[in-house]
């Protein structure tokens, strides 16, 4: 039989850990700023998934004020635009047509005018990579 310290120990940590996932599901959603539009539009993120898909990654990046490292935004390129999605946020897209610019630095930044989330994004991918390589022919001509 466990002692009284072993339990309160395992009480402890899973307390801990539903007070993590209750803060990620949260928290950190406000930190998106999505004050311009509210919630994102699934039909605006359906005409973007409508497109042929050229690129998927979780590469790390930044949305807004949220930092994000590796696996904490999925990142799907169409080429009928792009769709973001940070863990525990919704998922937003940005159509090619609302595409400003696409410029390389050390990583990719998108500017764009889409009401679901502040401009820029950026991908913190290569330019030679996969998803770089897709991102870049988003770029308006």
Same mark, same amino acid.
């Given at each position: 039989?466990?002692?009284?310290?072993? /339990?309160?120990?395992?009480?402890?940590?899973?307390? @801990?850990?539903?007070?993590? /996932? %209750?803060?990620?599901?949260? @928290?950190?959603?406000?930190?998106?700023?999505?004050?311009?539009?509210?919630?994102?539009?699934?039909?605006?993120?359906?005409? %973007?998934?409508?497109?042929?898909?050229?690129?998927?990654?979780?590469?790390?990046?930044?949305?807004?004020?949220?930092?994000?490292?590796?696996?904490? @935004?999925?990142?799907?390129?169409?080429?009928?635009?792009?769709?973001?999605?940070?863990?525990?946020?919704?998922?937003?897209?940005?159509?090619?047509?609302?595409?400003?610019? %696409?410029?390389?630095?050390?990583?990719?930044?998108?500017?764009?005018?889409?009401?679901?989330?502040?401009?820029?994004?950026?991908?913190?991918?290569?330019?030679?990579?996969? @998803?770089?390589?897709?991102?870049?022919?988003?770029?308006?001509?």
């Amino acid at each position: 039989m466990p002692d009284l310290t072993t /339990v309160l120990a395992i009480v402890g940590f899973a307390v @801990l850990a539903g007070v993590v /996932v %209750v803060a990620y599901k949260t @928290l950190l959603p406000l930190t998106v700023d999505t004050s311009r539009s509210g919630e994102p539009d699934p039909e605006r993120i359906g005409a %973007v998934r409508a497109g042929r898909l050229l690129a998927y990654g979780t590469p790390g990046g930044r949305i807004g004020d949220m930092t994000l490292t590796p696996w904490m @935004l999925e990142v799907w390129v169409y080429d009928t635009g792009l769709v973001v999605k940070p863990r525990f946020v919704p998922a937003a897209a940005i159509p090619r047509s609302e595409i400003r610019a %696409v410029r390389v630095t050390n990583r990719i930044e998108v500017d764009h005018a889409a009401r679901e989330r502040p401009s820029p994004v950026i991908v913190g991918v290569k330019r030679d990579s996969v @998803l770089g390589t897709a991102l870049l022919t988003l770029a308006p001509e």
